[in-house]
C-alpha cells in the first residue's frame, strides 16, 4: 500500500479509499443492494489487511446505518487512531445551515461511536445558506475538536473556489479535499475544478472511479442486484453508452496488454492524472486483492493518450 497527506495537513491516508456506501441496511427508497453488517465488516477487514486506513462514508447513506456498519467495524478490528474516517453533510434537515450542520455532525458522531471525525465533507454546493454561515460554522467544528480536516464533494468549480475565498479572507478553515466526480468515462472536471483544486493544493478523491462498474468489465450491464437496481448509475451513464464503449474496449485492449484487470487500468490512470485516493465501492473482498495490485501498474504517456483519445464532452453530472 502507498501513502499520501490530505492537502496541506499531516493526516495520511492510503491511496485506495473504501467507499462505504455499499454498507447499510438495504431499502427501496435508497439502495438495494447494499451489505449486511456480517459482509460490511468482511469487507472493512479485507481493507485494513490489506493496509487500507481511508474510509468514506455518509449521513445519508442507507438511511445512517452505513456510518454505524463502519463505526462497529472498526471497533472490531482496530483502534481508532489507526484509521482516517470521511462522512458528509448535505442531504439533512437545513443541509449546510448553521444548525443543520452542528446537530448533522453530532448525529454522525454517535452513529460511528467516536468523538472525531477526520475529514468532514460537504456532499453538495447549499444555494439556501450563505456561503460565510456554512464556512464559519465548519471552522468552528474544527476549533472544538469535533473534526480534523475539511473537504468538499460535487459542485461548480465557481462554488468552490468562492467557499475557499470565503474561507481565507475570514481566516477560517478552508477545504483539502475534492471528492468528485472523475473517471475516464467523464472528465468534465478537468476544465475547472481540477485546475482549481491545484490552485489550493486539495487533494482529489473522485467517486466513482470505475464508472459503477463500467469500467471494471466489457459488458456495459451484468446481472447483478447493483447493475439491475442502480438507477443513479443509469442516470450519470447510460446516455452516452454507445460512445463511451469505445472508451470501456481501450481499457479492456491494455488490461490484456499488460495481463491485468480492467479495474487496475481504471485507476492507474487516475494516479497518473495527479489523484490522491479514488474511492472503491466494492462489494466483495476479492475485489480489494486485485484493485491493491494496481500499484505494479505504470502507465506510459502513449497508454494516457491512448485512453483519453476517443472522450468527447459530456453533461454535468454531480453538481446541482
Known amino acids: 500500500m502507498e501513502y499520501a497527506k490530505i492537502g496541506n495537513t499531516d493526516i495520511e491516508i492510503s491511496k485506495l479509499c473504501v467507499g462505504c456506501m455499499s454498507f447499510g441496511v438495504p431499502s427501496e427508497d435508497f439502495h438495494q443492494w447494499t451489505l449486511n453488517y456480517e459482509d460490511s465488516s468482511a469487507m472493512v477487514k479485507k481493507a485494513l489487511d490489506l493496509g487500507i486506513n481511508f474510509f468514506d462514508t455518509a449521513n ?3 438511511h445512517g446505518t452505513s456510518e454505524e456498519f463502519l463505526g462497529r467495524a472498526i471497533r472490531e478490528y482496530t483502534s481508532r487512531d489507526k484509521v ?4 458528509k453533510v448535505y442531504f ?7 444548525q443543520g450542520i452542528l446537530t448533522s455532525v453530532d448525529e454522525s458522531l454517535k452513529r460511528l461511536g467516536t468523538d472525531y471525525i477526520d475529514l468532514y465533507i460537504i456532499h453538495r454546493f447549499d444555494y439556501d445558506t450563505p ?20 473537504g468538499a464533494s460535487a459542485m461548480y468549480g465557481y462554488q468552490f473556489h468562492n467557499m475557499q475565498l470565503c474561507a481565507e479572507k475570514n481566516g477560517w478553515t478552508k477545504f483539502e479535499t475534492m471528492q468528485n466526480h472523475y473517471n475516464l468515462l467523464y472528465r468534465e472536471d478537468e476544465r475547472e475544478m481540477i485546475p482549481i483544486c491545484h490552485q489550493y493544493g486539495v487533494s482529489l478523491t473522485p467517486y466513482s472511479p470505475l464508472a ?4 471494471s468489465r466489457k ?9 439491475q437496481t442502480d438507477r443513479v448509475a443509469v442516470s450519470k451513464y447510460d446516455s452516452t453508452q454507445g460512445q463511451d464503449m469505445q472508451i470501456v474496449a481501450r481499457v479492456a485492449e491494455l488490461a490484456k496488454k499488460y495481463d491485468v484487470s480492467m479495474s487496475q487500468i481504471a ?22 486483492d486485485d484493485i491493491a495490485k494496481a500499484f505494479d501498474i505504470t502507465l506510459t504517456q502513449e497508454d494516457i493518450f491512448y485512453l483519453e483519445e476517443l472522450y468527447v464532452p459530456h453533461k454535468i453530472v454531480g453538481a446541482l
Open 267 to 288: 485507476v492507474s490512470w487516475l494516479w497518473a492524472k495527479g489523484v490522491t485516493s479514488p474511492l472503491i465501492g466494492a462489494t466483495k473482498p476479492r475485489y480489494f
Open 212 to 215: 459503477a462498474g463500467r469500467l
Open 84 to 87: 482516517v474516517i470521511a462522512t
Open 92 to 98: 439533512n434537515e437545513g443541509k449546510l445551515s448553521k
Open 219 to 227: 459488458e456495459w450491464k451484468t446481472d447483478s442486484k447493483r447493475s
Open 60 to 62: 445519508v447513506y442507507s
Open 131 to 150: 456561503v460565510e454561515e456554512t464556512m464559519e460554522t465548519l471552522d468552528s467544528l474544527i476549533k472544538a475538536g469535533k473534526v480534523r480536516a475539511l
